[in-house]
């Protein structure tokens, strides 16, 4: 038998959630954000789920390759652009589209042979200062980028620090949506600003005409990731639930022992975890070598909450390589035995119901969803679900 560790890439959950970002940018078309692999769920898994989008966004041109080879033939959107000139002839022959966000790529599009122009966004940084023009000087790019006959339509974009809470007390996202409208309000083209966060707070808010930038917001094309992946992007602000966002990625794996140990036993490495009373643990096939956080807690004060046979439970005594510690206790004290075999659910849905957000595990490992995802080990199966839950 193969080390009983899985994931499982639940189908119906990326329609469902794919659906309700469209819901909240009813006027949008839709970028289904898929870097990293589709946030390591897998672009050929989440492929076929996901088509309903109106283009795939991402950065890596393997990536954008590998959507091709998949028959995509409608829109892809590289998110950080051409990483050097020969990129785009790349670009010319999938027909990507690219993001403009630095004065190196004009030049590399000035000077790049194409029979068919790009069709580009230009990116402003608004304030994030990660990628694009500044306000003053955005102008003079769109200028430059607009003469040049290898450029065809001209997108604008921008990109939020703080869409999924607030700013200095303000909603999050006011000041970069002014500073966005300012500066490109006489200017033609698409507009894209919303990533998940925005999507889901403020689209719709903006759409029904409160706030502050009403066109800018819902504008043209809205950019969802994380919400597709089913996790609250604003966790724990909202619970993937009050989203009505549904887990498209199941971590679960099965008990391989279990200890009976006494008041004053030590539980892993380091000792970190000493039993005040008897209690059962349970061994479960899964480490840090299968991307599980090696920094979750297994404290007695608190320990990272896990599922076993869909009963709530925590992590106890520090993560290992290859297997982490559960308490059994509060299982079997809700009359439900437990035994070798055993499913646990590290994040996800249980087969006995029970959904474990992996927004409650990436919080209490001190971290965020996306990173959770991205880290699910190559060594870790995969499998697809496609049952409506
Ligand atoms: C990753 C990314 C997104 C999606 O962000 P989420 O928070 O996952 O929705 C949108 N736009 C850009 C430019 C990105 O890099």
Request: aromatic share 6%; charged share 20%.
């Amino acid at each position: 038998m193969p080390r009983p560790i899985l994931a499982t890439v639940h189908l119906s959950a990326l329609r469902h959630n794919l659906a309700r970002a469209r819901r909240a940018a009813p006027d949008a078309r839709v970028w289904a954000v898929v870097k990293a692999n589709a946030y390591g769920h897998g672009i050929e898994r989440v492929f076929g789920a996901l088509r309903a989008a109106d283009g795939f966004a991402l950065l890596d041109l393997a990536e954008a390759e590998r959507l091709r080879a998949l028959d995509w033939r409608g829109p892809i959107l590289l998110l950080e652009g051409a990483f050097e000139a020969r990129d785009l002839e790349l670009c010319s022959r999938l027909n990507l589209w690219h993001v403009v966000h630095c004065e190196a790529q004009i030049d590399w599009l000035s000077r790049h042979k194409t029979q068919v122009p790009h069709r580009v966004f230009l990116k402003m940084n608004s304030g994030m200062n990660r990628l694009g023009f500044t306000p003053d000087a955005f102008r003079a790019a769109w200028t430059r980028l607009n003469a040049l006959p290898q450029v065809d339509e001209i997108s604008l974009m921008t990109h939020f620090s703080d869409a999924d809470g607030p700013r200095f007390g303000a909603d999050g996202i006011s000041h970069q949506v002014q500073t966005f409208v300012a500066a490109t309000h006489d200017l033609p083209g698409e507009r894209s600003l919303c990533n998940s966060a925005a999507t889901l707070r403020h689209a719709l808010s903006v759409q029904l005409g409160q706030g502050a930038a009403a066109q800018a917001l819902a504008a043209d094309w809205v950019r969802p990731g994380i919400a597709v992946y089913g996790s609250a992007p604003d966790y724990p602000l909202h619970h993937p639930d009050e989203w009505d966002l549904r887990p498209t990625l199941t971590l679960a794996s099965r008990l391989i022992a279990i200890q009976d140990v006494r008041a004053g036993d030590s539980v892993g490495y380091g000792s970190s975890y000493v039993a005040a009373g008897p209690m059962r643990i349970g061994i479960v096939a899964c480490g840090y070598a299968d991307g599980y956080p090696r920094h979750a807690p297994g404290s007695t004060q608190e320990g990272a909450p896990v599922l076993v046979r869909g009963v709530r439970t925590r992590l106890v005594g520090r993560v290992s390589m290859d297997m982490l510690a559960v308490d059994l206790t509060p299982v079997e004290a809700q009359g439900v035995p437990c035994a070798l075999g055993d499913e646990v659910v590290l994040w996800g849905r249980s087969a006995h119901g029970p959904v474990l957000p992996i927004d409650e595990v990436a919080r209490a490992a001190g971290t965020i969803s996306y990173e959770l995802m991205c880290a699910v080990a190559p060594r870790v199966p995969f499998a697809l679900d496609d049952v409506e839950p």
